[in-house]
Nanobody
Framework: QVQLVESGGGLVQAGDSLRLSCAAS????????MGWFRQAPGKEREFVAG????????NYADSVKGRFTISRDNAKNTVDLQMNNLKPEDTAVYYC???????????????WGPGTQVTVSS
């Protein structure tokens, strides 16, 4: 079982950048695809970005393509999300988790960490 803790959120202005990081514990981290999801107030949790276990392939929601980049470091058991040109609609709590079907139909398949709040002001 992979346990996760997200960090790096904050309050920024539209157009700014943030880098989120997810620290994972557990010996199986390098054998699992990972992803970032987010949940805005009053909305369902949604897929943002995913990455295969080797880091070779990635997948993004249309709303963040070209602005967000997911990466991972299996030696450090971390998965990061670089977010550029942030928009107010990116405001949400961001979570990382194990993902199945990351390149086709991404589905969270692991436990959730506490998340990290991202707030983008206009």
């Amino acid at each position: 079982q992979v346990q996760l803790v997200e960090s790096g959120g904050g309050l920024v202005q539209a157009g700014d950048s943030l880098r989120l990081s997810c620290a994972a514990s557990g010996r199986t981290f390098s054998t699992t695809s990972m992803g970032w999801f987010r949940q805005a107030p009053g909305k369902e949790r949604e897929f943002v970005a995913g990455i295969t276990r080797s880091g070779t392939f990635t997948n993004y929601a249309d709303s963040v393509k070209g602005r967000f980049t997911i990466s991972r470091d299996n030696a450090k058991n971390t998965v990061d999300l670089q977010m550029n040109n942030l928009k107010p609609e990116d405001t949400a709590v961001y979570y990382c988790t194990v993902v199945s079907g990351v390149l086709a139909t991404p589905n969270p398949s692991g436990s959730w960490g506490p998340g990290t709040q991202v707030t983008v002001s206009s």
